[in-house]
């Protein structure tokens, strides 16, 4: 007993932080299954486009002392930008090959962009600096990274924005419509290339986001875009087309590594974050394939 | 109001699947377009809707014109305001969003919110099952409401011409009827020219004015709806009535040996 009360301080600490980190999954989750419920193509570049968001606000501040507003504007921007020709230089001459050929297109981009990250700017892992405090602030008596926080509010933010744009909106009944039947969306006058080029672009925003928290944290490089391996378990828990899963998920995937590492990576000397949340995928896909709120496809009997 | 010129279709480069199609649809009339399946009808509709992009097909040859625009060309979204509005085979409503916005979906060209509330009101009024069913999963909807729906949601593009590809596919003989009475009804009160393809040639008969025969891709026959309801091949094939009873096997290769030579 005594000795569990000593332990729950460092357990919440543990699960807060990794709840935190969590939100992040979600959001750039949130890209992914965006593009997804459109059109059915999964983005293998994704963490990509975290790590070249991030990377893209990094090198503008360090490398060609720009401000962090402007580094900003020109990370969302970059991303905006590759989110549009995806569209128009993939997307479209690729329209009725099948969803394989997308799919595979995403794996080539993940590539050009570690390869183009590499090319301009080097190797080397250059820290994002933000102007909020670096030393863990107390919450409940608990320990946590003030930029966790943030970021974890900023997600929210983003998070319930776009679900309230996604249900509310006639914008939104347009993307669902396009998810619905693509080619039945087209007969009711919706240009479905401005609605891809719309969840591609979301998805490079979200992403640069997420990089630009995680380039503030450990530093942003070519190894950032290992968080794109953490939005697999998230999304295949949490159901491929749904935002509030991708919410669940993210929160489960980051809790459980997080916990999993405090626990575990003292006996094994590290690692354990990266394979833990494959781990729950797996069972995730044995008891609930659908994910918590994927859809299931409607059978009239 | 519509026309077709020597519209030649062609799939992935090589399939010819129209071949110089030419028909005519006058503004405010009820034609249809019967024949077999695989005969090239859907493709007909797909093509004058600008939707062969998707399934890799073209039009290689002819014109398709709507009042005085030529809509060869034009992207699926681009018809859709010109004024021309595709209710596709198999009903194919969202499933995943309620009957009311499949409403809104339908009405994605128009901007004006109170009119669109109007003509959701004026849908239900035509369909009154579906007014009991607006906050629905579509996909829930039996396959009557379904077609009610898929007629109601291209009515709120607000359309001059309406192209419907079998809406008796799949439904009770009842509903055909039901479906096919409120057809007429929009034809006479919205004044919504009507482009219907059909292999339920006696239904179909009975609401259009004008209709024409597809057979491997092009227009074997055409004339009034009662010449076509009288012509002896058509009741034999599309009908299924003779006065004879049932031809002997023989009989039927006959015409169908004089069938390819007459074209």
């Known amino acids: ?301 | 109001m519509l026309t077709l010129q020597n519209v030649e279709v062609i799939y992935s480069k090589v399939i010819l699947v129209i071949k110089g199609l030419t028909l005519e649809v006058p503004e405010g009339g009820i034609v249809t377009l019967l024949g077999a399946n695989g005969a090239g009808k859907s493709t007909t509709l797909k093509a004058i809707a600008g939707l062969l992009g998707a399934e890799r097909g073209e039009i290689t040859k002819g014109g398709i014109g709507f009042n005085g625009h030529r809509i060869n060309d034009r992207t699926p979204a681009e018809i859709v305001k010109l004024g021309i509005a595709l209710v596709p085979e198999g009903r194919q409503v969202f499933e995943h969003l309620t009957t009311e916005e499949n409403l809104l979906a339908g009405a994605h060209t128009r901007r004006n919110l109170a009119e669109i509330r109007r003509d959701i009101d004026l849908v239900y009024q035509y369909f009154p099952p579906l007014a009991a069913r607006r906050r629905i999963e579509a996909g829930y909807l039996s396959g009557g409401e379904q077609q009610m729906l898929a007629i109601g949601r291209a009515l709120m593009s607000r359309p001059k011409l309406m192209l419907l590809d079998e809406p008796s596919l799949g439904l009770a003989p009842m509903l055909v009827q039901e479906i096919f009475d409120i057809i007429a009804q929009l034809n006479q009160e919205e004044k919504v020219t009507v482009l219907l393809v059909e292999q339920n040639a006696a239904m179909a008969l009975t609401i259009a004015r004008y209709g024409y025969i597809l057979e491997n891709g092009r227009i074997v026959l055409d004339g009034t709806a009662a010449s076509l309801r009288d012509n002896e091949d058509v009741k034999e094939f599309y009908l299924g009535l003779s006065e004879v009873g049932r031809r002997s096997y023989r009989d039927v290769k006959h015409y169908r040996r004089r069938k390819r030579w007459l074209l």
Do not use: C
């Not at chain 1, 396009?178 to 007969?187: E, K, M, P, S, Y």
């Not at chain 1, 979200?206 to 953490?230: E, F, P, Q, R, S």
């Open chain 1, 1 to 301: 007993m005594r000795f569990l009360l000593d332990e729950l301080p460092f357990f919440l600490e543990l699960l807060v932080s990794g709840l935190l980190i969590g939100m992040m999954y979600a959001l750039v989750a949130l890209g992914f299954v965006l593009i997804y419920k459109a059109s059915q193509a999964i983005n293998f570049a994704q963490g990509e486009f975290v790590m070249f968001g991030g990377f893209v606000v990094a090198a503008s501040m360090r490398y060609h002392g720009l401000s962090l507003v402007l580094s900003l504007a020109l990370g969302f921007g970059a991303m905006v930008v590759i989110g549009l020709l995806m569209e128009r230089l993939v997307l479209r001459p690729l329209t009725g090959r099948g969803v394989i050929a997308i799919i595979m297109a995403t794996i080539g981009l993940a590539s050009i962009l570690k390869g183009l990250l590499l090319l301009i700017w080097g190797p080397l892992s250059v820290n994002i600096p933000l102007p909020i405090r670096e030393e863990p602030v107390e919450i409940f008596t608990l320990l946590v990274k003030l930029v966790a926080v943030v970021g974890a509010i900023i997600s929210l933010v983003f998070l319930a924005g776009f679900s309230f744009l996604f249900l509310r909106s006639r914008l939104g009944i347009a993307l669902r419509a396009v998810a619905d039947n693509q080619t039945v969306a087209q007969l009711m006058g919706i240009d479905v290339r401005h609605y891809f080029a719309l969840t591609w672009v979301t998805a490079g925003v979200v992403a640069t986001i997420g990089g630009v928290m995680w380039g503030n944290m450990i530093g942003a490089d070519v190894h950032t875009a290992l968080i794109g391996l953490k939005v697999f378990p998230v999304v295949i828990l949490g159901g491929l087309t749904s935002v509030p899963g991708a919410v669940l998920g993210g929160l489960i995937v980051g809790a459980v590594e997080n916990l999993a590492a405090g626990y575990i990576d003292p006996f094994v000397g590290g690692g354990t974050k990266d394979f833990v949340p494959y781990i729950l995928m797996i069972l995730a896909l044995m008891v609930r394939p659908y994910g918590f709120f994927g859809e299931q496809v409607i059978e009239r009997v």
